[in-house]
Antibody
Framework: EVQLLESGGGLVQPGGSLRLSCAASGFTFRSYGMSWVRQAPGKGLDWVSKIINTGGTTYYADSVKGRFTISRDNSKNTLYLQMNSLRAEDTAIYYC???????????????WGQGTSVTVSS | DIQMTQSPSSVSASVGDRVTITCRASQGISSWLAWYQQKPGKAPKLLIYAASSLQSGVPSRFSGSGSGTDFTLTITSLQPEDFATYYCQQTTSFPRTFGQGTKLEIK
């Protein structure tokens, strides 16, 4: 069964850091790009970042550029999101999603994790 | 950035009805569009990719159309499990952007 399982969420103070993980199973992880999408409470979907299959290229939303870093370990079938300098507006559920292998997402994001909750508050 | 605008923001319909949701891009995106369904407390689910291609396992009552800047998601013969929020997303450039969502409610 194709599955993504996020972890690492929690409560953090403004200015703090958190690292999210997304463990993949049931597909050839190294063949696909991976993305993070977040959803603030009661709000819509907000694309955060993507990393291509090799890890060699990354893309970010302007709102997180310079503060968040996406990475992956293809030997561990795991995707990461290092979040630094967190702000109240980063409070959201964070989803990882299986994406197109490189620049393209022609086939959309076809597998999603269940999400992990991040709350930034003092 | 490409802005995606969905209409309506919410719609009420009955089981068996046909519903159409519109998504407009601020610039041409060819057929680089996906549609997702999200139910409360759940992760989004891919319904349509490349504007009109049905994702495997998605019922055929869902269909997508359009190209360039104007797109539609149509659901024929609404079923109880279709009441959810629907999002479009452009997949042609970064940052990827979503529409604001359309909430489909039971009348």
């Amino acid at each position: 069964e194709v599955q993504l399982l996020e972890s690492g969420g929690g409560l953090v103070q403004p200015g703090g850091s958190l690292r999210l993980s997304c463990a993949a199973s049931g597909f050839t992880f190294r063949s696909y790009g991976m993305s993070w999408v977040r959803q603030a409470p009661g709000k819509g979907l907000d694309w955060v970042s993507k990393i291509i299959n090799t890890g060699g290229t990354t893309y970010y939303a302007d709102s997180v550029k310079g503060r968040f870093t996406i990475s992956r370990d293809n030997s561990k079938n795991t995707l990461y999101l290092q979040m630094n300098s967190l702000r109240a507006e980063d409070t959201a559920i964070y989803y990882c999603a299986k994406s197109g292998p490189t620049f393209s997402d022609y086939y959309g994001m076809d597998v999603w994790g269940q999400g992990t909750s991040v709350t930034v508050s003092s | 950035d490409i802005q995606m605008t969905q209409s309506p923001s919410s719609v009420s319909a009955s089981v068996g009805d046909r519903v159409t949701i519109t998504c407009r891009a601020s610039q041409g995106i060819s057929s680089w569009l996906a549609w997702y369904q999200q139910k409360p407390g759940k992760a989004p689910k891919l319904l349509i990719y490349a504007a009109s291609s049905l994702q495997s396992g998605v019922p055929s009552r869902f269909s997508g159309s359009g190209s360039g800047t104007d797109f539609t998601l149509t659901i024929t013969s609404l079923q109880p499990e279709d009441f959810a929020t629907y999002y479009c997303q452009q997949t042609t450039s970064f940052p990827r952007t979503f529409g604001q969502g359309t909430k489909l409610e039971i009348k």
